[in-house]
Every structure is written in C-alpha cells, then in structure tokens.
C-alpha cells in the first residue's frame, strides 16, 4: 500500500504545526535564554523589553502558578531558571507581543546581570569533582577478574564519541489557546503528548483533564522531540492560560540549535581479552556520558547504553560501568539509537584496536564472537531466533565480502595517494522500552454509519510512516478500501496516558492495540451478519468490502452490513489495549529480560579516502537487514536509507562544538556539517533477510526506526582502515566523528 500521506505532502496540504491558521488576538512567544553557562543570576532587567511598544507581558519563574518543574523522570529541571542558570541558553524569561518580531526586538533588551562561575564542559572532569545527575549503574555477568588471566591477549583503550544535533526540519513550537471554563488545548511538536499534558498540568496547577495536546503530525524527530518539545508547549500554555489570549511560539533554527539537547557524547576507557583464536573472554568498559545540567531523559540513555556494550557478540565475561555526568551544557537527550550507538562504538574500538595490535583484520574477530541461539546476554535475557549469523551469511553470499576485500588490497597496492578501507558493522538492537512499564498502548476505533473508520493512537506521525503502517493494518483486518480509513491526529482526549512515540516501538504497540479493538468490532459485525443470513458467525467471513458466507460471497456489502447494525444498537465503536508481554527487568540485580525481541542486522562498508587532502566518499554500504516480514517494504526502506546516513553523519562529520565558556560554535547550518545528498553512499544495497518476523512485532514486521542508524558505525572504522593503509605507523586511535580535518592530521602523523 502507497503511503496515503504521500501527495499531500509533496503537495503542501499536510497540515504542520506552522499551518494551523491562527485565531484572531493570537501573541507570540519568544524566549530569553542564559547568556552564560554557569552563574547566579544577580539582576534581572525587564524594564527596556517591557517598554518596547507591542509587548503584552514578559514571563518569568515567577509567574507559575504550579510548580516550575518539568523534569520527566527525576525533579532536576525548571520551565524558567530561578537564582543560578546552568547553562548557556537555559530559558529565563518568555517575551510576548503582537508579533515575534516586536518579541525577538524586547528580549534584545532584557538586561540580566549574572556572577559568573567556572563552566564545567568535561564529563571526565564533572566525575572528578562528584558532579553526577544519578547514581551511576553497572552490568556485569561471569567474572572479569579471573577471566583476564585466561586470555592470551589483554588491549586497552580510550574511546570518544561527539554529540549530534536532531536538526529535525520542523523546529520545536507550540501554538495554544484556553478553551472552555479554564481548560486550555495545546499543539506542540512532540513526540509524547502525554508527556506534554502532565507537565503543563503540573506547571499550570490544573489536573490533567483540562489539558488536551494534539499532535498531526511533526517535520521530524528523531528523538529530539520525546522530551524537548515539552518547555516550548508549556511556556505557550502558561502564557495563554493567564493572558487568555492565543499564543503561539516556534523556535528560530539558532534558537532551537543553542537551547536544546543533542546526543549525549560519551568518553570511555575500555580492556578487551582474547584468546589465540581471537574469542573474546572478557570486556570491561568505564563510560562517561555527558549527561550535562539536567536529567532529562539521560537515566533511560544510560541503561540503554548497558544494554547495548556486547553488540551482537557473546562475551561470557563482562564488566560495564555508566557515570552520567552533570556538566555546564544544554540538556542531551533521546536521540535514534538512544544510548546504544555509544555503546556499539566502544565494543567495536575495542575489537578494530585489539585487531590492530594482533594485526589481522577486525572482522576475524567480530565472526568469531557472533551471538548464537540461547547465549545468554549480560542482563540475563537468553538470546532467542538469533538471526545476526545469518546475517552475515547472507551478506557474504551476496556480496562476497572476500571478494571486496581483495579488490580493496589491489587497489591499496597500485595507488599512492588514494587508498581505500573497509569495515563490517553487524548490529543487534532490542525492541521495546527499557522501563518495562511504558511498553503499553491503545488505540480507539470508531465505524461510522456510512462504513468510514475513523481510528485514533498514541502514534505520533514524525515522517516514519506509522500512520501509513496503521491504515494498512485497518485495511487489511477489515478488507476495505483505503480511502474508508483515516488516521486521526494525535490526541490526549481520546486516547490518554501514552508513551511517547519512540523506541521504534510506534507501530508495535500502536498497531497491535489496534489489531485488537479491530478484531472485536469484526466479531460483533460478524454477529449481525450471522443474523441477517441466518447462519452462525463462524461461517462469516467479511472480504472485499462483502460479507462472505462458507466462502461464497453474499450480497451484503461493507455499508449494509455496518447499516444494519447501527439500526439494531451494536456499538460500532471499540478500545484496544496492549500491553507487550512475557517482559520485565529488575534493576537491583539488573538483570531480567527487557526485550520483547532484537532486530539483527549486518553491514559492509567501503570508503575512498584523497591522502593529500583528507576528504573521502563513502563508496559502498551493502546491508542485510533482518526487517521480519516488512508490512511496508517502501517505508521500511526509507527508515533504513535515512538511518544509515544519519549514522555516518553522526561518526564522520557532524561536530558540535562549544568553547571554554560553553558557547555552541556550531549553531547553524554554516558550522554544522550534516549528510547531504553529495555525501550518500554511491551505492547503497540492502537485501531482507528472510525470516519469519517475532510474535510482538506488529503482524511480524519488525522495527525499523532505529537498528539501522548503527551501520553507519562502520565507515568510521572503514575511514581507519584506509588511514592505517597510508600510515602504517599510525597506531588508531578512537574520537569520533572522523572528520576530514582530523582524518588529514592522522594520514600524516608519525609518532
Ligand atoms: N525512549 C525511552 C527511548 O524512553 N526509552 C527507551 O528505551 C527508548 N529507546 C529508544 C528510543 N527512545
Ligand atoms: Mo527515541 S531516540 O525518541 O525513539
């Protein structure tokens, strides 16, 4: 099925956030963040701003009628900064005006006067000095003690990996207005608009009921969104709620840039131990993840990252510690691969300089220790349809790894200053939340009289695709036409206490709560055609918009049938709920079974690198991805192009950067480097691997959101290789992104 999404939005219909047509009286909203990164604020001037003509009111912390807190999951972070500001664009005020150019103008000339302290930027040192956003948390399963006497080979390292921004298309915004009797709706860009609503209630001191947020749909996430949007919609609800005026706020790009989180960038000191058949016996690993001023989502982050340290490799003996670190920078947050990329780098820097060191390629290393059916992970869950050798099996049948590799030796023979590197990137991503109870979801079904369905979740459409997975899933259960069925926005009024759209789980939970209160209603219409015809509903069988009868069809259509009961008072309306079963984890023993499955996959990655100049083209990405049994091969595979490319955006070129007094140096598209369609891979290949797909995966379609974003893991390690082929006297070293500039000091480096 066509995403029905499509033409409306190469044509400009699809309605965002920006399109919503304004009431008559809406203000607008723009925030005042800290010049600083670190000080106590000791005066605070609004005098100027409020003078300047068109400025109905300037917000502060003072004006919260509830509480000024907005920390998802632990109370570490306020709407607006109260006597101390914690980093350098922290929210202190909101102007509003007439328009956002008058607000833009008026919060130019708020004066606020700060004693400045020391910024901390370093999570290394943050740990040093205690400055930890939650108790730090480690996962360990055999023994690394006794095992590293075991191994014939021990290697150390240190490895880095930088932050990335969401850069979703459609900044943060919120547009909101008080509707009846002190309630009040709110539009926002986020990707949980319960969140949202729980928050906006804590802040405005209304419960929850009179706080209805609706989401159409967003111009991208990418996790940017599950905690993030939640400031801007609060700081639009509060404004309205008290000026009873429509207001509307939408960050500028360098706003947006300098305010918000990005990935958390993480620093890590790693020993690996191997036998003399290159079997990994024992990895050990101490993280720091800068976590910065405030939790945001970064407890969650971490546990992923412990989730994720083994890859998809058995090692029996293992030993991973996270710090999360509290530092003078915006708060990082969800970002595709949530944690898990972090942690993925480290096990394959630790295997890529063990490799080095044995001087064999790293793939002889990575086979060797492939997870097989009933290993067991380090959380205690037992590995089960463990589908990463076939992956790779797959991959070598199709694309003859060996082959590459020979071609990569010759061409790195005959050339001087050009050379090129290959690298294997396997990957094994589980599928579900790791707080086991946000692993739930509903969907709400309504058939109207004239056999329209109207159908509501708590997906939120980002681009992915889930309402066009959702459609198809309607479709196919009820055997109508695709034009019968529509997805209604997002809505915390009709469907209530969500999870974020997130985890790549949307359609899973979305979808399977749908499967279920569809079922129903088809059992109920099945009655009444069993009714009609006389005959029991076994027999029934509803196709092609008819009713069937032992196979036959019978002259009832979709319409009559869905007619004839309303008229005899069968409820056409139906709420599925699901809840993901058989999973749970304890985290005193931290161990449990978290996932409801892994998606698997693995990728081949070859780069060309210009010796004089450092720049290279990624030449080849050729994958075997594990989608199950895709419902949607197009959109599956879009999540797959737009997840790899992101990936080596993340590794080679994105860099954010601040300097020493916390100022982001990279907050536009001038400084900030992302893929562009120059940068794509010259051939990107993918086959499916054919599976049977899991149980909980909806109708056996696996995710797709995020698994495919850590191939693009592989051209770092790819870039290395070609390095190592020009300098052999470089020993690798493990800071990423590679980027042109460092790959060019490293070709020529002969310590
Ligand atoms: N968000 C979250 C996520 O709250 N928990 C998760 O486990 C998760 N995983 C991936 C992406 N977002
Ligand atoms: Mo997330 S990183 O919002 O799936």
């Not at 502060?60 to 914690?86: K, M, R, W, Y």
């Not at 405005?204 to 991208?220: F, Q, T, W, Y």
């Not at 020993?271 to 800068?290: C, E, H, P, W």
């Not at 909806?698 to 797709?704: G, P, R, T, V």
Request: glycine content about 8%; hydrophobic content about 40%; overall charge negative.
């Amino acid at each position: 099925m066509k995403n029905p999404e499509a033409i409306s939005h190469s044509t400009g219909s699809s309605q965002y956030l920006d399109d919503i047509p304004v009431l008559k009286n809406t203000l607008y909203g723009v925030i005042f963040g800290s010049p600083s990164a670190h000080g106590k604020i000791s005066g605070l001037d609004l005098a100027a701003a409020h003078a300047t003509p068109g400025v109905h009111r300037i917000f502060t912390h003072s004006d919260i009628p509830g509480q000024n807190d907005i920390g998802g999951i632990i109370s570490d972070e306020t709407l607006f900064a109260v006597d101390e500001v914690h980093y350098r664009g922290q929210p202190v005020a909101l102007v509003v005006a007439d328009s956002e150019h008058t607000a833009r103008k008026a919060a130019g000339l708020i004066n606020i006067k700060i004693s400045e302290l020391e910024p901390l930027l370093d999570p290394r040192l943050a740990m040093e000095k205690g400055q930890l956003l939650i108790p730090s948390r480690t996962f360990r399963m055999g023994d690394v003690r006794t095992a590293w006497q075991a191994c014939d080979h021990v290697i150390e390292g240190r490895a880095d990996c930088g932050a990335q921004e969401h850069l979703y298309l459609e900044t943060q915004g919120a547009y909101s207005y008080p509707t009846d009797n002190g309630s009040i709706r709110i539009h926002s860009s986020t990707q949980g608009p319960a969140l949202v609503q729980r928050i906006a209630s804590k802040v405005l001191s209304i419960p929850m009921n009179r706080v209805e947020v609706d989401v159409a749909r967003l111009g991208g996430a990418f996790g940017g969104k599950e905690d993030q949007a939640t400031f801007v919609a609060v700081m639009a609800a509060l404004a309205a709620s008290i000026l009873h005026r429509p207001v509307k706020i939408t960050l500028s790009r360098g706003d947006d840039m300098r305010m918000t989180g990005k990935r958390h960038p993480y620093s890590s000191d790693f020993r690996i131990g191997l036998t003399k058949d290159y079997r990994i016996l024992a990895f050990s690993s101490v993280m720091y993840q800068n976590g910065v001023a405030a939790a945001d989502l970064s407890p969650a982050i971490m546990e992923r990252t412990l989730f994720h340290t083994t890859n998809a490799y058995f090692i029996p003996n293992t030993e991973v510690t996270v710090h999360s670190c509290r530092t003078n920078l915006p708060p990082n947050t969800a970002f595709r691969g949530f944690g898990a990329p972090q942690g993925m780098f480290v096990i394959e820097a630790a295997i890529a300089k063990a490799a080095a060191e044995l001087n064999i390629p790293a793939r002889l290393i990575q086979q060797a220790n492939f997870l097989k059916e009933n290993d067991l992970f380090q959380y205690g869950q037992i590995a089960l349809n463990v589908n990463i050798g076939k992956c790779f099996a797959d991959l070598d049948r199709e694309f003859r790894i060996g082959e590459i590799e020979k071609e990569i030796a010759e061409f790195n023979e005959r050339n001087t200053f050009f050379r090129k590197g290959f690298s294997l990137m396997p990957v094994c991503f589980g599928i579900s939340f790791t707080n086991t109870s946000m692993n739930h979801a509903r969907a709400l079904v309504h058939i109207y009289q004239d056999g329209s369905i109207g159908i509501s979740t708590g997906a939120v459409e980002m681009g992915q695709g889930v309402n066009a997975k959702l459609a198809q899933v309607a479709v196919g259960l009820f055997s109508v036409d695709p034009g019968r069925v529509k997805i209604e926005t997002t809505n915390t009024s009709r469907v209530a206490n969500t999870s974020p759209t997130a985890a790549s789980s949307g359609a899973d939970l979305n979808g399977n709560a749908l499967l279920i209160a569809g079922n129903r209603l088809i059992e109920r219409l099945k009655g009444v055609a069993g009714q009609m015809l006389g005959c029991s509903p076994g027999e029934i069988v509803l196709r092609d918009e008819k009713v069937f009868r032992n196979e036959a069809p019978t002259e009832i259509t979709w319409e009559q049938l869905v007619r004839e009961a309303f008229l005899r008072r069968v409820s056409l309306t139906e709420n599925g709920h699901y809840a993901t079963p058989v999973i749970y984890f304890d985290k005193l023993k931290e161990k449990g079974h978290p996932f409801s499955y892994h998606v698997y996959g693995t990728a081949v990655i070859t780069v060309l690198l210009d010796c004089l100049r450092g720049i290279y083209k990624i030449e080849k990405v050729l994958i075997v991805h594990d989608f199950g049994n895709s419902l949607n091969p197009d959109i599956d595979r879009g999540q797959l192009e737009g997840g790899v490319l992101q990936g080596i955006g993340w590794m080679t070129m994105e860099e954010v950067l601040f300097n020493s007094d916390g100022r982001m140096l990279t907050d536009s598209l001038s400084t900030y480097k992302v893929p562009d369609i120059y940068s794509a891979p010259e051939i990107l290949e993918y086959r499916a691997l054919e599976t049977e797909g899991p149980g909980p995966a909806l109708l056996k379609s696996k995710a797709i959101g995020e698994p495919p974003f850590m191939y693009g893991i592989g051209a770092f390690f790819a870039l290395q290789n070609a390095i190592m082929s020009f300098n052999p006297s470089w020993k690798p070293d493990f800071d990423a992104p590679l980027t042109p500039e460092k790959v060019l000091m490293r070709l020529y480096d002969k310590k």
